[in-house]
Each structure stands twice: as structure tokens, then as C-alpha cells.
Nanobody, 121 residues
């Protein structure tokens, strides 16, 4: 069983920075695209940023220039560096990984449990 696990959330003041990490643990799998989504109370879950196994990235317009996604393929880990944080960035942030599992030759999207990011003074 593959399970992405997020870390790094917390409370930060407006203008501050946080770095989220997500590691996919398990055995015998390959990861394609990894991404970060967020969901604020009463709103839908939206894509924040994604990165392919080859390093191509895309970002939501609202975070371009402030957030940076990166990954370490050897560690099955994706990061989200968040700078110049705003109150509207407050949400639960979820890691998503597109994974091929060799145990049963299946491919699917795996979600982490989420980590809370709160931007407030």
C-alpha cells in the first residue's frame, strides 16, 4: 500500500514563509506527476501546483511568483516552498501522487491526509 504523508504546515503571519513536504512511502511503485491541492472551508479542492517526473511544473495563477514546487525522485518526495503568504492562502493542503503500483500493475491517484496552513496576524 502506497501512502503520501504531508508535513510542514502551521501558523504563519502574512508575508511569511512555509515549506511543505510530502513523502510517498510503500514498496514497488513508480510516481508520475506529484502535486499540491488546497481546500478552504466551504470551498472546493483546487490545484495549487504540480510537477511531472521530468520536472515540468504548473501553478495556479494565484500563487505564481510566490510558491515553488520541487521534487526529489530518489526520495519519492515533493516540496512546496510558499513565500509572501497571504490570509487567502489559508487552507488544508493535500499532497497528490499519480502512482503505478507494481504489486498489481495498477495506476491511480493517491492522496495524503492533509496539513493545515493558517496565515494570520
Amino acid at each position: 500500500q502506497v501512502q503520501p504523508v504531508e508535513s510542514g504546515g502551521g501558523l504563519v503571519q502574512p508575508g511569511g514563509s512555509l515549506r511543505l513536504s510530502c513523502v510517498a512511502s510503500g514498496s514497488r511503485f513508480s510516481i508520475y506527476t506529484m502535486g499540491w491541492y488546497r481546500q478552504a472551508p466551504g470551498k472546493q479542492r483546487d490545484l495549487v501546483a504540480a510537477i511531472t517526473s521530468g520536472g515540468s511544473t504548473n501553478y495556479a495563477d494565484s500563487v505564481k511568483g510566490r510558491f515553488t514546487i520541487s521534487r526529489d525522485n530518489a526520495k519519492n518526495t515533493v516540496y512546496l516552498q510558499m513565500n509572501s503568504l497571504k490570509p487567502e492562502d489559508t487552507a488544508v493542503y493535500y499532497c497528490n501522487a499519480d502512482i503505478f503500483a507494481y504489486r498489481d500493475y495498477s495506476r491511480g491517484a493517491y492522496w495524503g491526509q492533509g496539513t493545515q496552513v493558517t496565515v494570520s496576524s
